[in-house]
């Protein structure tokens, strides 16, 4: 990092002054909250007696034959209460927002999965809560629709653009500029502007900490290669954090293909998009030559984004970790292959971890251990697998 | 000296406020851009704001968004940008382009500031580009002469006026209220207090923008601001027209009406 809030190049804050003076807000919070044994004491609480940390780790050995017999290990952040990795980031953002003295939480979402932790903590904390969704996300993602609401959150569908998480994003940005005062934006990724990167970071790095002491344990030495999904890349960092140091662990994030990166039809922004400034932060973005977003495309909501955390795009550029597109069908293949052979159904943006897995195992064969992250459980997905794979409802 | 700079210097003299109208540039067409320009001109207003249509502006409300979406699938780029603009500087107003910051980058920071320059443009308001992230910025529109416009809210406090002043050229961009662009029924009180906060920081010209739409607005804000800037209110009217000559004739209309209030303020 070359100064607070960058990584490298990218990073920063490109957000409209009105908001400049709630990020600084934020950042003292957060930064006074990391060195407060009270609030990581009351936020570790909150994990072990209510998110169910910490999260097990699963042998997958009948996938594993599949995968050219690597050894597989499942970190089941899918176990976790409200089924994905998306709550540990919530619930310290929003214990942050009761510590600032705001009663209103915003939120985006793409899959659902944030905005229903997001909804989760604020009924814990009593908090308002209002949850921004692509109208085209609340139909692909129905189910999660409902359990916010019953959750006692409103969902606002938004008609603007794709109709997806990036125009979520900008409309609780414009909710945010107008209402800053009493409301805080609880992102969903490492993205955005400086404190999110960083801040969100630092709430999911317990993923990546239980697993290397977990890894040690059970196998006496450190995995091979770390693998996780890639939209935003929340669950990927950390997942990722605290095996940064260790250089021989090949870290590797799967973005989503889409119909395939030679397509245009995708949401692979390391893999086929360019620097530059989206949503308040520098990174990688799909753009086309006058900087306009391009609208990306994914089967899986939540990779569905033209943008990913400045962080990802540091760590590409200077080598430390690797990134490959994984097309939707390779990805419902491993859906139904996880299925089948673990009895564990994946949300489908994890699919593209494990579809990676399969790659990366039959790369290094029979002597690897590969940690995955199981970022989320697919039940939300059963209607679009169903109709993927033909399967009537 | 750039002709914002002498366009503010001489409303100053005139003791009362300028009025500077926004329209976005392919917006309702690439034709109908230039006539509105030319219309917008030719009513009085004394500067004209370009904008760069932009796929995901978080500062903007309904109504800009939708002519923003209506420019963008016209195609514009930024040549379309730069055309626009020497429309407007040909008429003899002081023209800036306004935009959100990666389109800047994609074209190329020196680039992009020679170009308004070329174009006889006068400066260019950057909405997201934070002061931390503007060296690069500063140095290309110093080495052009054009002006650096940021924007301050509402919200930013007194130490950091004094910081975003410093690197502003042309006016400091005051918005008016916490929230995105768009008419209001009335304009916050907010906008008085944070008029007075600038002063105390700086000699700069301080126009006002965000809700403007009417002739007693514009009169009530030029009482204290050296700019009144209007933009929703202009693209309402050519969004809601029949026809595009009976948008021009409403902007038109409009226009002089704000012409108007702009000078009784005083």
Not at chain 1, 122 to 147: K, P
Not at chain 2, 82 to 91: Q, R, S
């Amino acid at each position: 990092m070359s100064s607070p809030g960058h990584f490298g190049e990218y990073g920063g804050r490109f957000v409209p002054e009105a908001l400049i003076g709630a990020l600084n807000e934020l950042e003292i919070a957060h930064n006074t909250a990391q060195k407060d044994p009270e609030f990581l004491a009351e936020l570790a609480e909150l994990h072990r007696t209510y998110t169910g940390r910490p999260s097990i780790i699963t042998e997958a050995k009948r996938f594993s034959e599949h995968a050219g017999g690597a050894r597989i290990f499942l970190k089941r952040e899918d176990l976790n209460h409200t089924g994905s990795h998306k709550i540990n980031n919530v619930l310290g953002q929003a214990l942050l927002t009761k510590r600032m003295g705001k009663k209103r939480i915003i939120a985006e979402t793409g899959a659902g999965q944030h905005g229903v932790a997001s909804a989760t903590a604020a009924a814990l904390m009593g908090l308002d809560c209002v949850v921004y969704m692509g109208e085209e996300d609340t139909h692909r993602q129905a189910l999660n629709v409902a359990r916010m609401k019953l959750l006692g959150a409103e969902v606002v569908p938004v008609t603007s653009g794709s109709r997806t998480l990036k125009d979520a994003i900008n409309e609780a940005m414009r909710d945010w500029v107008t209402n800053v005062a009493d409301t805080h934006y609880l992102l969903g990724t490492v993205a955005g502007p400086h404190p999110f990167p960083t801040m969100v970071r630092d709430f999911h790095k317990i993923i990546g900490e239980e697993a290397r002491e977990q890894m040690l344990a059970l196998t006496g030495r450190l995995p091979d290669a770390i693998l996780a999904c890639v939209g935003g890349g929340s669950n990927a960092i950390g997942i990722f954090n605290a095996f940064i140091p260790d250089s021989d662990v090949r870290l590797i994030g799967l973005e989503a293909g889409g119909d395939g990166v030679e397509t245009g039809r995708h949401a692979a922004t390391i893999t086929g998009g360019t620097p530059g400034v989206l949503h308040g932060t520098r990174s990688y973005v799909l753009q086309d030559a006058n900087g306009q977003t391009i609208e990306s495309h994914s089967i899986s909501a939540g990779l569905d984004y033209p943008g990913v955390g400045p962080e990802h795009a540091y760590l590409h550029d200077i080598g430390r970790a690797e990134y490959r597109a994984i097309n939707d069908d390779a990805a419902m293949a491993a859906f139904s292959l996880l299925s089948r052979t673990e009895g564990i159904i994946p949300a489908i943006e994890t699919a593209h971890a494990l579809a990676g897995a399969i790659l990366v195992g039959k790369e290094l064969g029979p002597t690897a251990n590969l940690l995955i992250n199981l970022s989320g459980r697919g039940d939300k997905d059963v209607q679009t697998a169903a109709e993927y794979f033909g399967i009537p409802l | 000296m750039t002709q914002l700079d002498s366009v503010m210097a001489k409303v100053r003299a005139e003791n009362r406020a300028a009025l500077i109208a926004y329209i976005p540039a392919g917006f309702p067409s690439q034709e109908g851009c230039a006539k509105a320009i030319q219309a917008l001109a030719a009513a009085g207003v004394d500067a004209i704001e370009i904008g760069f249509p932009y796929s995901d502006p978080v500062m903007d409300g309904p109504v800009i968004q939708e002519a923003a979406e209506i420019s963008l699938k016209g195609g514009t780029n930024a040549a379309d940008v730069f055309a626009a603009l020497k429309v407007a500087t040909d008429t003899g107003v002081a023209a800036v382009v306004m935009t959100y910051w990666n389109p800047i980058e994609r074209y190329g920071v020196n680039e992009f500031a020679q170009s308004i320059a070329n174009n006889g443009g006068s400066g260019v308001i950057t909405p997201d580009l934070t002061i931390e992230e503007s060296d690069r910025w500063l140095a290309a529109t110093s080495k052009t002469g054009i002006n650096p416009i940021y924007v301050v809210a509402p919200s930013t406090n007194d130490a950091r006026l004094a910081d975003v002043t410093a690197k502003t050229g042309g006016f400091v961009y005051a918005a008016s209220l916490m929230g995105v662009t768009g008419t209001r029924t009335s304009v916050s009180t907010d906008a008085s207090n944070l008029v007075s906060r600038v002063r105390t920081v700086t000699d700069l010209p301080i126009s006002v923008g965000l809700g403007v739409s009417t002739r007693e607005q514009a009169k009530s804000l030029a009482a204290y601001a050296d700019g009144v800037i209007v933009g929703s209110a202009f693209i309402k009217l050519l969004l809601e027209a029949k026809t595009e000559q009976e948008g021009l004739d409403a902007i038109s209309h409009l226009a002089k009406e704000l012409a108007l209030g702009v000078r009784e303020g005083r």
